[in-house]
């Protein structure tokens, strides 16, 4: 994998993201571009077997909609990575059915919201770390997090993704923050990543 690689991989997701489909559509279109891109981070000894990303099925409990309230500070996540210590700055907290969740800014050129959740699935049926419902920097726009007017959001779990980390120990990713950990299950959006 290059540079340019994973520049075409940024650009499909966020067109796979911003585009018209369905969540079934959605959904065979990430296993096709997890299958076949080479910036995968499905490892390329998996890709020839990959039989696609596992999902919970559609729930439509998991689209909610939930006023924000302020936040200020900031926190660090060590990436363990290259990438180093990447500083977040709180946006806002959603107040969702689950519990408040931290919309998170990130501090670097560019920035972007940053969205992630370790909920009570986590480490049983979906990644241990937890999931994101969104990471703009990645160009994941428009299906977990959709602003609303009047200081509200609408959150999709059922677009909750696996970071590049939870396929391959290759990828470093920043995890959810103690603030944005639940006890709850949401049974929605994708599941643990299994080896074929």
């Known amino acids: ?36 891109h080479p910036a995968s981070p499905v490892p390329a000894a998996d890709r020839a077997a990959f039989p696609g990303l596992g999902w919970f099925p559609p729930n439509p409990d998991a689209v909610v909609e939930a006023p924000l309230r302020p936040a200020s500070g900031t926190a660090s996540i060590d990436t363990g990575g290259p990438d180093g210590v990447v500083t977040y700055r709180r946006v806002a907290v959603a107040q969702t059915p689950w519990g408040p969740l931290t919309l998170w800014w990130i501090e670097a050129y560019g920035g972007g919201l940053f969205v992630p959740l ?24 428009g299906r977990g997090l959709s602003v609303l007017p009047s200081g ?21 990713c920043p995890l959810a923050l103690p603030e944005n950990r639940v006890d709850v299950p949401i049974r929605a959006g994708e599941l643990a990543y299994r080896r074929p």
């Open 152 to 172: 509200r959001v609408r959150l999709d779990a059922n677009y909750l993704y696996n970071p590049s980390c939870a396929y391959d120990d290759r990828w470093a």
């Open 118 to 141: 370790h909920d009570g699935t986590s480490g049983r049926e979906s990644y241990g770390g937890g999931r994101y419902l969104t990471d703009t920097v990645k160009g994941t726009h």
């Open 1 to 36: 994998m290059d540079d340019l690689d994973l520049l075409d991989w940024r650009e499909r997701v966020a067109r796979l993201h911003l585009s018209d489909l369905d969540l079934a559509g959605f959904r065979a279109a990430r296993d096709e571009l997890f299958a076949g």
